[in-house]
Each structure stands twice: as C-alpha cells, then as structure tokens.
C-alpha cells in the first residue's frame, strides 16, 4: 500500500527557509505517510532548486503566484492526501500522529493547524490568537496554518484558484462547512512582521482580507500587498 499524503510546498528563493521546514516533515516519512515532496517554485534565482533535489523533491517550475504554483502542484501529486506546508513554516512534533488520526476519522474535511509565530512576546501571541480565531469562527485559515486535504475532496471543490494572493481564502470559501482544526502547531517565520510592525502588518492584512471578500480584483491586492 503507498503511503498516503504528497506534501506540497510552493517556494520562491526558498533556499534559506527550506531545509529547517523539510526537516521538520521528517517524522512523517518515518512513519510512513509521506508518499512524495513535490515543490512547485516561482522563479527561484538561489540555490531552492539544489536544496529541492537533495531532498528528492519532485520539482515544478512556473510563473510566480502562489495559487498557480499550489494548482501546479497538486496536480503533480499522486497521493490520496496532500498537505501544503509554506517554505517558512514549521510542524511542530507530533503532527504525524494527527494527520493520521485526521485521515482515517475525517475523510471528508481538510485540516489546519494552529498558528504560532516563531518569535516572543505579546503582539506574536495576539497577531496569532487573532488568526486562530478566524479560522474557527469564520472557517477562514492561511496557508501558514498548513491544509490537509484528501485529493478527492479538493478536486471536489475546484482546488486551488490560480490568483496571486488570497488563494488560501478562495479555497476555504469553497470548503466552508468541511474544515476542521488539528490540535498540533504551525510555527511560521515573523520576519515581514518584525520588519514592517506587527500592528501594522496585521491590519494591512485585516484590510486586504476585507478587500477581497467585498470583491477586489486579488491582482491588484497582491501588488499592494508585496509592495
């Protein structure tokens, strides 16, 4: 029987993040649940590819964007199950044993983790409580949060929009009502809120979120969001 969840991870000049997030999927492999890597990049100008195939990723290139990326993905993956992890974002141990109790208990919804912030103090643990609580009250998870999803289930729904931003939401939109959270970690990198301010940060991303739900076009939300 092959193991059942390809993990999918989009990555852009990933080569510093990377091997810290492969490292920490490590116990699935050991437990027999990964069934393959596949890492669909953007236009990497660093070393992502090499750290990529030293990992026996299966590697995917395309425009950069990250809906088109994870579409690009998914598609190349051949398991039952796929988990998309970003490239800055840790499971913390454990999260094996949970991915495998959400699979044969919950076949029919796709799983999140809840978000942490690798950095100390209370605005990390506010910025974090207030995505948790998003996602439970509003069913509306990041992708920083991971997503485990039977395949059968995202081909169900259209799977990922091929959007630059806001393709997490779009999906979870389309899977309201089957989304459920696990009870392990995702421990995601703080850097673009340490540089630009947590308050900051977090209410430009309230205000994109709220942006969009009201129809903004995601193209022009993605070019204020990076600029």
Not at 33 to 46: F, H, K, N, P, T
Request: charged share 20%; aromatic share 8%.
């Amino acid at each position: 029987m092959r193991a059942p969840i390809s993990i999918v991870i989009p990555t852009l000049n990933a080569e510093g993040a990377l091997p810290a997030t492969l490292g920490a999927l490590g116990e699935g492999l050991e437990a027999g649940l990964i069934r393959e890597l596949v890492i669909s990049d953007g236009g990497s100008a660093d070393a992502t590819r090499k750290v990529a195939e030293q990992a026996g990723a299966v590697w995917v290139t395309g425009a950069a964007g990250r809906g088109g990326q994870l579409r690009r993905g998914v598609e190349a993956s051949g398991g039952d199950w796929v988990l998309v992890v970003h490239a800055d974002t840790w499971l913390a141990p454990g999260w094996a044993e949970q991915a495998l109790r959400h699979i044969n208990s919950a076949p029919d919804k796709a799983g999140y983790f809840r978000l942490e912030f690798r950095a100390q103090g209370l605005a990390p643990a506010l910025v974090a409580g207030w995505a948790n609580l998003r996602a439970r009250r509003f069913g509306l998870p990041y992708g920083d949060q991971g997503l485990l999803i039977a395949r059968a289930l995202y081909d169900e729904v259209g799977g990922y929009a091929d959007i630059p931003l806001m393709e997490d939401v779009a999906l979870a939109r389309a899977l309201r009502g089957r989304l459920l959270a696990l009870p392990g970690r995702a421990l995601t990198d703080a850097e673009r809120y340490q540089r630009e301010g947590w308050l900051r940060r977090g209410a430009r991303n309230l205000w994109t979120l709220a942006r969009y739900l009201l129809g903004a076009d995601p193209a022009r939300l993605a070019r204020g969001y990076n600029r």
